[in-house]
């Protein structure tokens, strides 16, 4: 009887260490790495597109397209801002999102702090796909307008460094780009 409830209790350790290290991402920048903790209780279908597109690999190679200094770093168009693709036309970054339909907005009371990474939108509110963003500071009028679904816990120093585009639009010439996004 013992055994069999050491057995039971191993096992749902496993299965809680599995579902922790999938709620970690590492997001491998030139500059280094950032880890960030996945919300999957606060947005569940945002994080599960945003760790389904990372294991496919669709993040590898894609341009932070919008870089606004103070405000946000923004990322994530697979169509056509990854810069391995046959598809990319940095003119079109920010365009597009991926195969899959858009998301329901799942909003939260988590505020848009330093850090947080949220799902970019159309004016569609239900519109998010596959673009997102990371917070340089706080930007309170996005809070309960765009879906917050993780934030980085490891490496913002990293994310600081990112290219920074033109001052009004955020526009980047010469980009940098996510080297790769894993799950830990």
Avoid at 152 to 168: A, L, R
């Amino acid at each position: 009887m013992i055994k069999k409830i050491f057995f039971i209790l191993i096992f749902f350790i496993f299965i809680n260490q599995s579902n922790a290290e999938e709620n970690i991402m590492i997001l491998k920048l030139k500059y280094g790495n950032v880890v960030i903790e996945l919300y999957k209780d606060i947005a569940p279908n945002h994080v599960e597109r945003f760790v389904q597109l990372a294991k496919e690999k669709k993040y590898d190679g894609v341009v932070f397209h919008r870089v606004i200094d103070g405000f946000m770093a923004q990322t994530g168009d697979v169509q056509y801002g990854n810069s391995t693709n046959e598809n990319f036309d940095l003119q079109r970054a920010g365009t597009g999102g991926s195969k899959y339909p858009d998301l329901k907005a799942e909003f939260s009371d988590i505020p848009h702090d330093r850090g947080i990474l949220s799902m970019a939108r159309s004016n569609d509110p239900n519109s998010a796909n596959s673009q997102f963003f990371i917070c340089f500071q706080s930007a309170p009028h996005l809070d309960r307008q765009y879906t917050v679904f993780g934030k980085v816990i490891e490496g913002m120093e990293f994310v600081d460094m990112i290219k920074k585009g033109d001052s009004s639009t955020g526009a980047v010439s010469k980009p940098d780009k996510i080297i790769s996004l894993l799950v830990k």
